[in-house]
């Protein structure tokens, strides 16, 4: 028989890599990590041996790699085996690292914005110095029923979501000056603001680069309802001051239902580049 203070019992295997004696039990019936041999008595026990053994199990579970998947590559190792199953683990790894990177982008992203509507002055025009921006842009010749450029922006957010291009950002839209009529307005396209990450990982470049500048802004916090009375207001406003504005107002939802109770509760943000 052999000398059992040259091995660990199965209670002090478990306490080395602090899982459960019954952790054993299911690998050794799963045929996954057996002990080195099993006494007289039943006793399961290891040796030091195999302590390099199971810390490679272990981090084959760190790293989500399926039970079958390990018991499998136990059954029929090799160096070369060993060599596919880390490279196909790395490459999981990479893409949770994109995933969790995006993730990190959008929240903090997420946090700007919401700031930026917790922070706003109501109804009040001001001046705002904006960066570069990058946009991928639709454009938009329907007419101006709700629902047609309802399903205008739906086939925006799906173009996006083709490019894998994701935004914490709602969906903006253009609208022309001289589109602006007394009773009326339209858009002639929807963007979504995208980060160069996102750009670089995504490999998209037909992107429209809107550079920095000064703009005028206003803020509201009714929906959509009163979109045309801001542009009204920064047109007249710039008019009054002689101010020369760029070709297009910019619509950009700030707060929706994540911060917000209800669609005539959203504030929305308009603006235009002073030239």
Same mark, same amino acid.
């Given at each position: ?132 921006? !990058?946009?991928?842009?639709?454009? !938009? ?49 929807? !963007? ?73 509760? !959203? ?9």
């Amino acid at each position: 028989m052999k000398k059992n203070k040259d091995y660990f019992t199965t209670g002090e295997f478990a306490r080395l890599f602090n899982v459960s004696k019954q952790t054993l039990f299911y690998y050794d019936r799963i045929g996954i990590f057996k002990p080195e041999y099993t006494g007289e008595n039943g006793y399961r026990y290891y040796s030091f041996t195999q302590l390099e053994t199971f810390e490679v199990l272990t981090m084959f579970k760190e790293l989500r790699v399926p039970l079958k998947d390990i018991k499998a590559h136990m059954a029929n190792r090799s160096p070369e085996a060993l060599i596919k199953l880390l490279n196909d683990r790395r490459d999981d790894i990479d893409q949770g690292i994109r995933r969790l990177e995006f993730a990190r982008r959008y929240i903090d992203e997420k946090i700007d914005v919401t700031e930026e509507g917790i922070h706003a002055h109501l109804g009040e025009i001001a001046f705002e110095d904006i960066d570069e921006e !990058y946009l991928v842009i639709t454009d !938009y010749t329907g007419p101006e029923d709700e629902r047609d450029v309802a399903e205008a922006v739906s086939e925006h957010f799906s173009y996006c979501r083709s490019l894998d291009l994701s935004s914490a950002h709602a969906i903006g839209g253009m609208i022309p000056v001289d589109g602006v009529k007394e009773n009326s307005y339209h858009y002639s396209k929807f !963007y979504t603001v995208v980060d160069k990450d996102s750009l670089r990982s995504s490999g998209y470049k037909d992107v429209y680069v809107d550079s920095k500048g000064r703009y005028l802004t206003i803020y509201d916090d009714h929906g959509y309802d009163k979109v045309l009375e801001l542009c009204k207001k920064l047109i007249a406003y710039a008019k009054e001051n002689h101010l020369q504005l760029d070709d297009s107002l910019y619509e950009d939802l700030i707060l929706d239902d994540l911060s917000v109770d209800g669609y005539y509760h !959203y504030m929305v943000k308009v603006s235009v580049r002073v030239l």
